[in-house]
C-alpha cells in the first residue's frame, strides 16, 4: 500500500486561503469516504482536523474545511493565522476486506 | 477526559523485540474502538503500524506485519506493542491511539524510541 501523495510545502499570507490536496487511488481516498486531516506542530502529537472527508470535529475553526472529488481529497484552510503555520498529514481507509490505514506524506504550512 | 500514555524503553538494540505498553484512562478499552500504533521517524511522515479492535481482533500494516504483535491487557485498561528483528530504520516516536474507522480522536503524547547498539 503506497502512501497518498501530499504537495511537500505550501504557504499564504494571513488572511488567505490555501489548499493542500491528498491524491491516493480508488482503493483508498477514491474507494471510502473515510479521508481525516491531522495537524502537527512540532514536537507535538498530531490533532484531529477533518474526519469523514468534510467534517469538523467540536473545536475546530470552520477555516478549516475538506472535500474530495474522485481519487484526491483537499484540505482548504480560509482566512490564514499564524498559528496555522504546521505540517498537515491526510489519512484514508484503505482497506477492502480487513481494516487497513496509509497516510500521506505530509505538507509544510508557512505562513508568510 | 480519555488520555493515552505510551511507555517502554527508549533506546533497543538493533536485531531485539521493541515493547511498549499505553496505559487507558478515563475509558475502558473494552467498550469500543479500536486501539492503535502510528510511528513517525525523525523529521518524516506518519506510518501507522497497526490497530486492536476492542473485541480483540488485530490487523497490521502488511510492510510490518511479520514483525509487529500487538495485544490488550483489559485487567490493566492498557494494550501494548511489539516490533522484532529491530533496525535502525526503526527509530522513530511512537503513538499509541484511539480511533475509529477513520480518525483517530485521542493521541498518546508519542514516545521516542532509539534503535542502536
Known amino acids: 500500500q503506497s502512501a497518498l501523495t501530499q504537495p511537500r510545502s505550501v504557504s499564504g499570507s494571513p488572511g488567505q486561503s490555501v489548499t493542500i490536496s491528498c491524491t491516493g487511488t480508488?482503493?483508498?481516498?477514491?474507494?471510502?469516504?473515510?479521508v481525516s486531516w491531522y495537524q502537527q506542530h512540532p514536537g507535538k502529537a498530531p490533532k484531529l482536523m477533518i474526519y469523514?472527508?468534510?467534517k469538523r470535529p467540536s473545536g475546530v475553526p470552520d477555516r478549516f474545511s475538506g472535500s474530495k472529488s474522485g481519487n484526491t481529497a483537499s484540505l482548504t484552510i480560509s482566512g490564514l493565522q499564524a498559528e496555522d503555520e504546521a505540517d498537515y498529514y491526510c489519512?484514508?481507509?484503505?482497506?477492502?476486506?480487513?481494516?487497513?490505514?496509509?497516510f500521506g506524506g505530509g505538507t509544510k504550512l508557512t505562513v508568510l | 477526559q480519555v488520555q493515552l500514555q505510551e511507555s517502554g524503553p527508549g533506546l533497543v538494540k538493533p536485531s531485539e523485540t521493541l515493547s511498549l505498553t499505553c496505559a487507558v484512562s478515563?475509558?475502558?478499552?473494552?467498550?469500543?474502538?479500536?486501539w492503535g500504533w502510528i510511528r513517525q521517524p525523525p523529521g518524516k511522515g506518519l506510518e501507522w503500524i497497526g490497530s486492536?479492535?476492542?473485541?480483540?481482533?488485530?490487523y497490521y500494516n502488511p510492510s510490518l506485519k511479520s514483525r509487529v504483535t500487538i495485544s490488550v491487557d483489559t485487567s490493566k485498561n492498557q494494550f501494548s506493542l511489539k516490533l522484532s528483528s529491530v533496525t535502525a530504520a526503526d527509530t522513530a516516536v511512537y503513538y499509541c491511539?484511539?480511533?475509529?474507522?477513520?480518525?483517530?480522536?485521542?493521541w498518546g503524547q508519542g514516545t521516542l524510541v532509539t534503535v542502536s547498539s
Open positions: 491511539a484511539r480511533h475509529q474507522a477513520g480518525e483517530v480522536d485521542y
Open positions: 478515563g475509558y475502558s478499552i473494552s467498550s469500543g474502538y479500536y
Open positions: 486492536i479492535y476492542h473485541s480483540g481482533s488485530t
Open positions: 480508488s482503493s483508498d481516498v477514491g474507494g471510502y469516504n473515510y
Open positions: 469523514d472527508v468534510s
Open positions: 489519512c484514508s481507509y484503505a482497506g477492502s476486506y480487513t481494516f487497513l490505514w496509509v
